[in-house]
């Protein structure tokens, strides 16, 4: 397509916020009217919008079809994270949804070799196209997966219990507005920080002299750390807690973070080192899912998490920006540095000031008590 780093850089960050939007919309539509169509429509919606990307013969048409693309990718977290969670034990539900969340490192892997294979095989402006075209793929499996698929008993109690319906005015109602903003400080921590990292390695690596073929063997090896990271982080927060999980995580992976970006490197070291970054910074989110959804009863949960998820997403993209601004005074390792320090100093704080939620039942979760208080049992 010809588009510069600075069209990209648009492109992304318009995908985002429209991500930011529908993740917002898709919630309270999911809180209205049940988490599995929902769920489905935003793959859907995705898949059909991505096919279209592949046609676009400007610019302008591929920012608007990603645009599109954004308001189903932002509404599939939330309303899925929220059903996984309304169907599983407490006392496995961070298991469970951290094994849910390792096929990411799974996708990734898949993508990459996807990509690599069809820029080998085909001219770059027929490969790029291929790339979105291929996307249908996997995404026709929701159709055989929504046969078993129902709504959560925790969701048909809450439907039939009186209450005002989700709008985009609940994420601020007083017993809520403490635990969207911190919940969205949380994301912005976590996924700045992985951001820059993934953003920003693959130039790292060439400044430091890396080859090529030794560059796409580290984003393998990040790609296998970041699945053991996510059964880690998973059995963790059953274990010892979300907020315990999260906040030891978020220390290793600064200290993995500074040691990957300012030590010499060599081919060996930085795999080696790629694999453990991949297992913190990225593996942590195993533990995100569970904790948000744990946070917010069920009658507006998947509104107040995919508000609280996707702000903190969009606004995190930004500090890609950022560390290319910071990295003309004082050099790109030490500026991923800077702010992978910042976000998660401040994933920590929202940490601290959020209340544990481990082994929660998410239909005793009051609407009206502050902090997410549980109603008193029935008698």
């Known amino acids: 397509m010809g588009a510069d780093q600075g069209r990209g850089r648009d492109d992304r960050h318009a995908a985002l916020l429209s991500a930011a939007a529908g993740g917002w919309i898709a919630g309270i539509i999911s809180d209205r009217i049940g988490r599995v169509r929902v769920l489905v429509f935003t793959v859907i919606w995705f898949t059909a919008w991505g096919i279209v990307a592949g046609f676009a013969q400007n610019y302008w048409q591929l920012m608007a079809a990603r645009v599109m693309q954004g308001f189903g990718f932002g509404g599939?977290?939330?309303?899925?994270?929220?059903?996984?969670?309304?169907?599983?034990?407490?006392?496995?539900?961070?298991?469970?949804?951290?094994?849910?969340?390792?096929?990411?490192?799974?996708?990734?892997?898949?993508?990459?070799?996807t990509a690599i294979t069809i820029l080998a095989i085909f001219e770059p402006d027929l490969a790029w196209r291929m790339t979105f075209w291929l996307s249908a793929i996997p995404a026709a499996l929701i159709f055989w997966v929504r046969r078993g698929l129902d709504e959560s008993t925790a969701y048909k109690k809450a439907a039939e219990r009186p209450h005002d319906k989700a709008s985009f005015a609940t994420v601020f109602k007083p017993q809520y507005i403490k635990f969207t903003t911190l919940g969205a400080l949380l994301v912005f921590g976590m996924q700045a920080s992985s951001y820059v990292v993934l953003i920003w390695l693959p130039t790292l690596l060439v400044e430091?002299?890396?080859?090529?073929?030794?560059?796409?063997?580290?984003?393998?090896?990040?790609?296998?750390?970041?699945?053991?990271?996510?059964?880690?982080?998973?059995?963790?927060?059953?274990?010892?807690?979300?907020?315990?999980?999260?906040?030891?995580?978020?220390?290793?992976?600064?200290?993995?973070?500074?040691?990957?970006?300012?030590?010499?490197l060599t081919p060996a070291l930085s795999h080696i080192l790629s694999f453990f970054v991949g297992a913190g910074v990225i593996g942590m989110f195993a533990a995100i899912g569970p904790f948000l959804s744990e946070l917010f009863p069920t009658?507006?949960?998947?509104?107040?998490?995919?508000?609280?998820?996707?702000?903190?997403?969009?606004?995190?993209?930004?500090?890609?920006?950022?560390?290319?601004?910071?990295?003309?005074?004082?050099?790109?390792?030490?500026?991923?540095?800077?702010?992978?320090?910042?976000?998660?100093?401040?994933?920590?704080?929202?940490?601290?000031?959020?209340?544990?939620?481990?082994?929660?039942?998410l239909t005793a979760i009051s609407l009206d008590l502050p902090d997410g208080a549980q109603r008193a049992p029935a008698t």
Not at 209 to 225: D, Y
Not at 233 to 256: E, H, P
Not at 321 to 337: E, R
């Open 76 to 113: 599939e977290w939330a309303v899925g994270a929220a059903l996984i969670g309304e169907v599983i034990n407490p006392k496995h539900r961070g298991k469970a949804m951290g094994f849910v969340q390792s096929a990411f490192s799974l996708g990734w892997l898949g993508s990459a070799i």
């Open 208 to 264: 430091r002299g890396l080859q090529k073929g030794s560059q796409l063997l580290t984003i393998f090896v990040m790609a296998t750390g970041t699945f053991c990271g996510f059964v880690l982080t998973a059995y963790l927060s059953d274990r010892w807690g979300r907020k315990a999980t999260l906040l030891f995580m978020s220390v290793a992976s600064w200290i993995l973070t500074v040691t990957y970006m300012l030590v010499p």
């Open 299 to 361: 009658e507006v949960r998947t509104t107040c998490m995919g508000f609280s998820y996707n702000l903190g997403k969009t606004a995190a993209a930004f500090c890609i920006t950022g560390v290319g601004l910071l990295a003309v005074p004082m050099g790109l390792a030490p500026a991923i540095a800077v702010f992978c320090f910042v976000a998660y100093a401040l994933a920590c704080l929202a940490l601290l000031l959020l209340p544990e939620t481990k082994g929660r039942d």
